[in-house]
Each structure stands twice: as structure tokens, then as C-alpha cells.
């Protein structure tokens, strides 16, 4: 627990210090001004693979749709009635849903809402969102935070979604707490919301519990969504995870793999 508050700790002092650099600010505007959806690359994957890994955009109309459609009609009322555009989804401990609610509710929301989804794998020790959609990426976030690469070059519009986009993680990083709390990422997040007012950021992140990844990043982001697993997260770790959080906006929880 040490580790994560003195990496909450460090990523603070971190962006303190971005908010001054103008120089830095400017570079990554133009970085953002730069991203042109018709140059995004569309890669349709494999539908067998989106099925199989519960992914709307391969799947009919059903009763799962339908609870997306619920959870991202929620969501959008109430980031609307705050102004917010990016939410970080988490939660206590692994495997207990969010790459899949994360996508399924960008899905959704890119098919039912009139705004455009953009979602970033920032789960940057283990950057497998892309598989989900059977699509191999060759570049992504990583790539973007260590060096000088375009950000609009590592856009892919996947499973054939209109409205739909995303920045896959790219290859895995060690120092993955660093560079999520870092200046560099802290103002691509307030440069891709600046930049399309409708438009609503999702970023997939590795639990709160396990590394310090997520609370690094999350003071970055307008709120957090808890992806709860039924019968297997613990209510004792899911309050520490709802106070070690309170560095952004709760703004509720899922109950993800419910019996009934
Ligand atoms: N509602 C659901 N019903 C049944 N299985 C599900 C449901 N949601 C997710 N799963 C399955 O649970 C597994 C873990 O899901 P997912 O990868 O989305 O979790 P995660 O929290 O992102 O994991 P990690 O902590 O490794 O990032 C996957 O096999 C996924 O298909
Ligand atoms: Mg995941």
C-alpha cells in the first residue's frame, strides 16, 4: 500500500510540473490537431474471436446488449450533467471484467449516442485490448509515450464500429506506473478532450489493488467506473479501492457476471 501512495504521490508532482510547461502543452496540441479520422485504419478481426470474448460488435441484438445500453445511457446522463469526457474502468482485483465492459460500453455508446468513442488500452504491463477484436496492431500508446510518434498513426478503427476508435496499448512497459502518471500522459488526456467536445474517452486499466498503475494515472481523468465481479470481490477491498480512488470521481459501479 506504501508503494501505490508513494506513487500517487509522485505522479501529482509530476503533472504540477506539466501544468507549467507551455513548450510541452503545445507540442502535444499539435500532436492531437493532427489526428484526421478518415487516416484511421480500419481492421474488421475476426467476428468468431469478438463472439467468443463477448464483444457487442459481433453479437445480435440481445438481453447483454441491452444491459450496455442501460449502463451507457447512465453513464452519459451523468457525465453530461458534469462535463465530463473520460472515464477510467477499474476495479478491485483481475479478471473481473473490464476489458470487456470498457469495450462493450464504448460500443455501446458509439451506436446508440450521438458521440464519438475513443478507447485506449492503458493497461500498459499486459496491452491486450486489441486481441479482443482478433486485430494485431503493431504500435500503440507506449510508442507514443517514449518517443516521437504521430498519435493519429496509431489510431485503428476496429470491429467495423462506426464512430468507434481505438489506441491500442502497443508493446508492454516495465515502467508502466511512471509513464501513467507522467506529465506527457497527463496532457494527451486533456488534449483529447479539449479537442472534440463530443466525444467521450474510455481508458482500460489494470485493477487498483494489484500495482500502482492506476492510481498514477486516475487523478488524470474526469471519473472512474468499478467493475465489481458478483460473488468474487470482496467488500473490504472494494471499499479500500472506493477511498484510494477519491483521487478522481466515483461515478459507480458495475456488477459484472451476475447470476441473475
Ligand atoms: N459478463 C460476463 N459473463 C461471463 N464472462 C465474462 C463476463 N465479463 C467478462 N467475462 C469473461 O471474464 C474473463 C475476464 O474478463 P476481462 O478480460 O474483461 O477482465 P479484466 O478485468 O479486464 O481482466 P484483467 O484484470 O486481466 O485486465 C474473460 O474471459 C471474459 O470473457
Ligand atoms: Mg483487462
Not at 125 to 150: A, M, N
Request: charged share 25%.
Amino acid at each position: 500500500m506504501e508503494k501505490i501512495q508513494q506513487a500517487l504521490e509522485r505522479a501529482r508532482q509530476q503533472r504540477e510540473g506539466a501544468g507549467t510547461s507551455t513548450e510541452a502543452r503545445q507540442g502535444h496540441v499539435e500532436d492531437v490537431q493532427s489526428i484526421v479520422y478518415t487516416r484511421t485504419q480500419s481492421m474488421e478481426g475476426k467476428s468468431e474471436t469478438q463472439r467468443e470474448n463477448r464483444i457487442l460488435s459481433a453479437m445480435e441484438h440481445s438481453d447483454y446488449a441491452d444491459a450496455f445500453k442501460i449502463l451507457s445511457t447512465q453513464i452519459i446522463q451523468r457525465m453530461e450533467e458534469h462535463q465530463w469526457s473520460s472515464i477510467a474502468i477499474t476495479s478491485v482485483g483481475g479478471d473481473e471484467g473490464k476489458t470487456t465492459t470498457a469495450i462493450n460500453l464504448g460500443i455501446s455508446i458509439a451506436k446508440e449516442i450521438e458521440y464519438t468513442v475513443l478507447l485506449v488500452d492503458t493497461n500498459l504491463r499486459k496491452p491486450e485490448l486489441h486481441t479482443y477484436f482478433g486485430i494485431k496492431p503493431e504500435r500503440g500508446l507506449s510508442d507514443y509515450l517514449q518517443g516521437d510518434v504521430d498519435l493519429a498513426d496509431l489510431l485503428v478503427r476496429p470491429g467495423d464500429v462506426d464512430h468507434f476508435v481505438l489506441l491500442p496499448g502497443g508493446a508492454p512497459l516495465m515502467n508502466s506506473t511512471e509513464m501513467l502518471g507522467s506529465p506527457k500522459m497527463c496532457s494527451l488526456v486533456e488534449e483529447l478532450k479539449d479537442r472534440y467536445p463530443k466525444r467521450i474517452i474510455i481508458f482500460d486499466l489494470p485493477p487498483v489493488l494489484n500495482t500502482a498503475d492506476t492510481l498514477s494515472f486516475v487523478p488524470c481523468v474526469d471519473c472512474a467506473l468499478i467493475v465489481v465481479e458478483d460473488d468474487t470481490t470482496k467488500e473490504t477491498e472494494l471499499k479500500q479501492t472506493v477511498e484510494l480512488l477519491s483521487v478522481t470521481n466515483v461515478i459507480g459501479t458495475v456488477l459484472n457476471k451476475a447470476r441473475y
